[in-house]
């Protein structure tokens, strides 16, 4: 028999319920009416389940079996499973070895509106609570290097530095190519009404050195190397590697943390150096290609804009953004759950994360270098 097969039989006051056939969740769940209006009807004292025509079952079975009893317990009538499979038997006993907490299925739909907004309001200051505490960490980190008492190992430095540097280049190569060029584009559009079109180099080159340089440069290493420190971390929370090197007495904020954040502190003034060139370059192909500008014009023009002024201070942002990449990426990682989709969420988390604190700390900046006449 391939479909599931539910009778019933009247004994004594004890109602007998008869299951046969295949019970699977592909066949579907049967209801319990038939047996609900016998037990209305008769009022038995006892429910008897009987399997001897049963074939294969799955969980379909369980479920079934578990809105009977819950049944049978709201109208005070036993129920007795002896006739049941002893795998049946043994779920079922598993099943109920730990009851269900009231009302723990309407707890979020009846959840009022103040509850929800001061569960988040609890919850956002827990993030924000373990968000300093991660770096103050880190800085007591940092001060155990500068006294030479941190513990990790020179060769994850270099690898970290292979990373967050040589091979990211071909990346924020095409990103601050396309950006020069995207800003001189925009640039030449409104320049040309005046004949002023030289100014694009001006444009394209304070620009880039002051603010879109360090931005996208920034943006880039948070979805590549910021991600890859989250899940890097997550995956060894996961696998209790953390735990590991916490049992050996080695902390893992200098082991793990560390090596990464002085890497991306490293290579990322590099690269934002690298970006504004390649950034200029994109702009000059705009400049030479299409406005009939010749190269020294533009690069007079370009090197009379660009200040050294300008040049640290981007800069000194990369090397800011670096470090809130490097503390959002591993901070998420070390938050992760023990599970793969919370290595995935803290990898969304990490770049979420890093971007927004890189577009605050842009913010920040400009109203800073605007008090300071910079």
Request: charged share 15%; with cysteine; proline share 3%.
């Amino acid at each position: 028999m391939s479909e599931p097969g539910i009778s019933t039989e009247r004994d004594d006051g004890t109602l007998r319920v008869l299951l046969a056939g295949r019970w699977d969740m592909r066949t579907g769940i049967p209801p319990l009416d038939e047996i609900v209006n016998e037990i209305e009807r008769q009022k038995p004292q006892q429910v008897t389940l009987h399997a001897e025509s049963l074939g294969q079952w799955d969980s379909a079975l369980l479920t079934f079996l578990t809105r009977l009893d819950d049944f049978c317990t709201e109208n005070a009538v036993n129920i007795d499973s002896s006739g049941l499979p002893e795998g049946v038997r043994r779920l079922l006993a598993l099943a109920e070895a730990v009851p269900e907490r009231s009302g723990a299925r309407t707890e979020a739909a009846d959840e009022s509106l103040p509850e929800r907004i001061g569960r988040s309001t609890l919850s956002t200051w827990d993030g924000a609570r373990e968000m300093v505490t991660f770096v103050g960490e880190a800085t007591l980190s940092f001060g155990r290097l500068l006294t030479r008492r941190a513990r990790f190992r020179w060769s994850d430095l270099l690898l970290f530095l292979q990373q967050a540097g040589i091979e990211a280049l071909p990346i924020v190569t095409l990103i601050s190519f396309l950006v020069g060029l995207i800003l001189a584009f925009v640039g030449a559009v409104q320049l040309q009404q005046f004949g002023a079109t030289i100014y694009v180099a001006d444009l394209v080159g304070i620009a880039m050195v002051r603010e879109m340089g360090a931005m996208m440069t920034g943006i880039v290493m948070a979805g590549r190397t910021g991600a890859s420190y989250a899940a890097q971390l997550g995956s060894m929370k996961v696998t209790q590697e953390i735990d590991a090197l916490r049992t050996m007495g080695i902390a893992p904020l200098d082991f793990l943390v560390l090596p990464r954040m002085l890497a991306l502190m490293v290579m990322m003034p590099l690269l934002c150096l690298y970006a504004d060139v390649v950034g200029i370059l994109g702009g000059a192909a705009v400049g030479v290609g299409l406005l009939d500008l010749s190269p020294t014009a533009y690069y007079l023009q370009t090197n009379a804009a660009v200040s050294i002024t300008d040049l640290v201070g981007g800069i000194f942002k990369a090397g800011v953004y670096g470090v809130l990449i490097a503390l959002a990426g591993c901070l998420r990682g070390m938050q992760s759950g023990n599970s793969s989709s919370a290595v995935g969420e803290a990898t969304t988390n990490a770049v979420v994360t890093s971007i927004i604190a890189i577009v605050s700390a842009c913010g920040m900046f400009a109203v800073l270098f605007y008090i300071l006449g910079i």
